[in-house]
Nanobody, 128 residues
Framework: QVQVVESGGGLVQAGGSLRLSCVAS????????MGWFRQAPGAEREFVAT????????VYADSVKGRFTISRDNVKNTVYLQMNSLKPEDAAVYYC?????????????????????WGRGAQVTVSS
């Protein structure tokens, strides 16, 4: 049984930083892309960032490029999202997800369809 669990959300002032963590278990963690998505109230879930199985490839949404950094530790089965220079528009529930297929040779890594296992989300609130 695959489990994905996020942690690290909270309240931060605009310009501040937060680091989200996500632990995935149940499959060989090091074989799968891991992604972060977010959903604000009334909005659709949107792609934030993703990292390949050996961290050789990272992809970011334009809205977070240069401010957010995704990384992973395959020993700890953990993926991180370091969020700096946070803006009020970054406020959302952040979801961690594990790709459906190992090595993800076919799916669009920006698409939620590529990911099969999702956490329950971590709330990030940014005050202005």
């Amino acid at each position: 049984q695959v489990q994905v669990v996020e942690s690290g959300g909270g309240l931060v002032q605009a310009g501040g930083s937060l680091r989200l963590s996500c632990v995935a278990s149940g499959r060989t963690f090091s074989l799968y892309y891991m992604g972060w998505f977010r959903q604000a109230p009334g909005a659709e879930r949107e792609f934030v960032a993703t990292v390949s199985w050996r961290e050789s490839n990272t992809v970011y949404a334009d809205s977070v490029k240069g401010r957010f950094t995704i990384s992973r530790d395959n020993v700890k089965n953990t993926v991180y999202l370091q969020m700096n220079s946070l803006k009020p528009e970054d406020a959302a529930v952040y979801y961690c997800a594990q790709a459906r297929s190992p090595y993800n040779t076919a799916g669009d890594v920006r698409s939620h369809h590529t990911y099969a296992y999702w956490g329950r989300g971590a709330q990030v609130t940014v005050s202005s």
